[in-house]
Structures are given as structure tokens and as C-alpha cells.
T-cell receptor, first 116, second 116 residues
């Protein structure tokens, strides 16, 4: 069964600095998709970044980038120039396809606080 | 683009009554929608997958007769909590599958259900 592990329950960073959130996953599939979602205090889940497993190039979205290590089954999120609005829960997710259905499997989340 | 709305945002009901929550994809058609439940400070738990025009697929342990799901159109799915009890109090979130082929999901803002 696919599992997603986020080993950092909480992290904090100073405004304008860089922080990296870790995520590892377990799967026997060779082709899959990985995502990072952000859930701010409003509780609206927001897609931050996505990565296709067959693409070696790491995905980047403005200040957000990933370090995708397929062999190590690692998918960390780097936030550069952290802003106060980045304060949120961050969930790593794995897209599981099974029998024609698709499911997102979420990690337990990392609570990130950006301090002024 | 890819906006999902959810209504109501908050609902309080008496024990034994039924509550309907609507999930709409506003600017795209969603053949597949998902319903999640989120407990305080926890990750999202998938309850069911809703496909337009067919019966929903429920996750193990989710009562089909208590959580009725209808996906009658390409932009609307509803979740009805029947004969609600205090233990059904939770934050319910819907999502709609995007159209990019990567399987990303776009989430509604959630509904806070309180059963007295």
C-alpha cells in the first residue's frame, strides 16, 4: 500500500529565509504523480506544486520548488524568500491509480510558521 | 481557473436531522469529485469518490446509508448526512478532479458541520 510520510510535524522560518519540508513515500509503481498542497488558517486547500514521476526535472512554481529523488522516494518542498502568507499546513500527496480509480494519499502534514 | 465552491460553509443542526452539502466546479466540468472529512489538526480522510452519472465509490468503513452522495451533473455533487449525530460533527471538504491528465484535485473551501 502506498504511504506518504512527513517527518516534520512543525517548522518555523524567518521571513525572507528559505525552508525545506520533507516528504517520503512508498510505492511499487513506476509512474505516478506527486503534489504539495497548502492549507492556510482559512482551511482552503491550495495546490502549490505538482511533479510527474517520469520527469527527471524538478518542478518549480515561482518561490516554490521541489527536490524529487525517485530512487530514494523523496519529494521535498523548498520555499524561498518566505513570506508571512506562507504560514499554513503543508500536505504532501501521492496520486494512486487503482482499477480505473484515482485517489490522493496524503501525509499527516507539516505546520509551517513564518515569523516576522 | 479551476475554482470549486462549497455550500454551506457552516451548518448547525439538531441530532436526527439530515444535512445536504453542495460542491460545484465553477469554471470546468468535473466528471469525478471527491469527498473528504478532516478532523482537527489532522490530515484529510477520503470518504468517497463520486463519478457523474454513476454510483459513488465509498472507502472502507464509511457508511453508504449515512453519507449519501449524488453527482447528477458535470458541475455538481452533493453529500447528504442522514440522521446526523454529534459524532458526525466535522469539517467536510470536496474536491474536483482537474482536466490536465495529471489527476490533480482542486478543493472547495469546506463545510463545518456541527450536530447538537
Amino acid at each position: 500500500a502506498q504511504t506518504v510520510t512527513q517527518s516534520q510535524p512543525e517548522m518555523s522560518v524567518q521571513e525572507a529565509e528559505t525552508v525545506t519540508l520533507s516528504c517520503t513515500y512508498d510505492t511499487s509503481e513506476s509512474n505516478y504523480y506527486l503534489f504539495w498542497y497548502k492549507q492556510p488558517p482559512s482551511r482552503q486547500m491550495i495546490l502549490v506544486i505538482r511533479q510527474e514521476a517520469y520527469k527527471q526535472q524538478n518542478a518549480t512554481e515561482n518561490r516554490f520548488s521541489v527536490n524529487f529523488q525517485k530512487a530514494a522516494k523523496s519529494f521535498s518542498l523548498k520555499i524561498s524568500d518566505s513570506q508571512l502568507g506562507d504560514t499554513a499546513m503543508y500536505f504532501c500527496a501521492f496520486m494512486k491509480r487503482q482499477g480505473g480509480s484515482e485517489k490522493l494519499v496524503f501525509g499527516k502534514g507539516t505546520k509551517l510558521t513564518v515569523n516576522p | 481557473g479551476a475554482v470549486v465552491s462549497q455550500h454551506p460553509s457552516r451548518v448547525i443542526c439538531k441530532s436526527g436531522t439530515s444535512v445536504k452539502i453542495e460542491c460545484r466546479s465553477l469554471d470546468f466540468q468535473a466528471t469525478t469529485m471527491f469527498w473528504y472529512r478532516q478532523f482537527p489538526k489532522k490530515s484529510l480522510m477520503l470518504m468517497a469518490t463520486s463519478n457523474e452519472g454513476s454510483k459513488a465509490t465509498y472507502e472502507q468503513g464509511v457508511e453508504k446509508d449515512k453519507f449519501l452522495i449524488n453527482h447528477a451533473s458535470l458541475t455538481l455533487s452533493t453529500l447528504t448526512v442522514t440522521s446526523a449525530h454529534p459524532e458526525d460533527s466535522s469539517f467536510y471538504i470536496c474536491s474536483a478532479r482537474g482536466t490536465s491528465g495529471m489527476g490533480e484535485q482542486f478543493f472547495g473551501p469546506g463545510t463545518r458541520l456541527t450536530v447538537l
